[in-house]
């Protein structure tokens, strides 16, 4: 467990801090003709520090922790968003073989112990079904129906935490653009020297690289993981259809044979 915080731990500094790489080469560069340059690590953490502060810590902070989010959603995405999580062949061939012997008491007992979308929705079904057996197939359906549908909607909805940061990051980092051009002109306006706007102007150059550097990596995520939801759902929907036609046939064999029963009884009387 360890290991898994310290590595996205350290993707999410490599994230964010991807913009200080040249810089970083051009100082690493420069020690080699000094005697008393300090190592390549103190170089680099010099280097981290200055961009920072240069960009100004009330806005690079909240860079910093969209960055470490986002990192932190991608990695819980690659381990929840899977078939697996969703619909799984051993939950369908128990599902089939229960439904055919009309066991479900049986098949509700497996779907608590099972975490899959398909089995949220099966117990949803046979939950009302036997707690309403007069209930006729098509309200059934429409359980079934509306249970799918906020299955579906929690998927979307789960990787839409993605798409937030990768749209509210490059936003501060545009607002750090407007806040260091605005210190740059005040600074024309109060007879500075050119050489002195360098201070707005890099605050406003390296708030804008770090929002952007967060933002294009969550949306080419988000719509990695965007279709594969999409797969998922497709998977789903069809998994429902499956389950719907097993227990349609249950209800036209249970509705003919009580039929036949009533045609039995009255042909005795």
Do not use: W
Not at 37 to 61: N, R, W
Not at 169 to 186: D, H, R
Not at 222 to 238: C, D, H
Request: net charge neutral; proline share 3%.
């Amino acid at each position: 467990m360890k290991n898994v915080f310290a590595s996205v731990a350290l993707a999410s500094l490599s994230l964010f801090f991807v913009t200080a790489s040249p810089l970083l080469a051009q100082d690493v560069a420069g020690a080699g003709t000094e005697a008393a340059a300090p190592s390549q690590a103190q170089q680099a953490t010099e280097t981290f520090l200055d961009i920072f502060m240069k960009g100004g810590i009330v806005l690079m902070a909240p860079l910093a922790i969209l960055s470490f989010l986002a990192v932190l959603l991608i990695f819980f995405y690659f381990l929840t968003i899977r078939q697996g999580s969703v619909v799984s062949n051993k939950f369908m061939n128990s599902a089939d073989a229960l439904i055919r012997k009309q066991d479900y008491l049986g098949l509700i007992a497996v779907c608590n112990r099972e975490n899959e979308c398909i089995a949220r929705i099966v117990y949803k079904t046979l939950d009302f079904a036997t707690k309403n057996p007069t209930a006729s197939f098509d309200e059934v359906r429409e359980v079934t129906e509306a249970e799918g549908t906020r299955q579906a909607s929690m998927l979307n909805n789960r990787i839409s935490y993605l798409n937030d940061i990768g749209r509210i990051a490059p936003m501060v980092g545009l607002l750090g653009t407007v806040v260091g051009m605005i210190e740059a002109f005040n600074g024309i306006g109060s007879g500075v020297q050119h050489m002195e706007l360098a201070p707005g102007v890099s605050k406003a150059l390296i708030t804008t690289a770090s929002g952007l550097v967060i933002g294009i990596p969550s949306l080419i995520f988000y719509s990695l993981f965007r279709g594969k939801v999409q797969m998922l759902i497709a998977e789903l929907e069809a998994a429902m259809t499956h389950i719907m036609a097993l227990l349609a046939a249950q209800y036209k064999r249970a509705n003919y044979r009580a039929a036949a029963r009533r045609d039995g009884q009255d042909s005795v009387d």
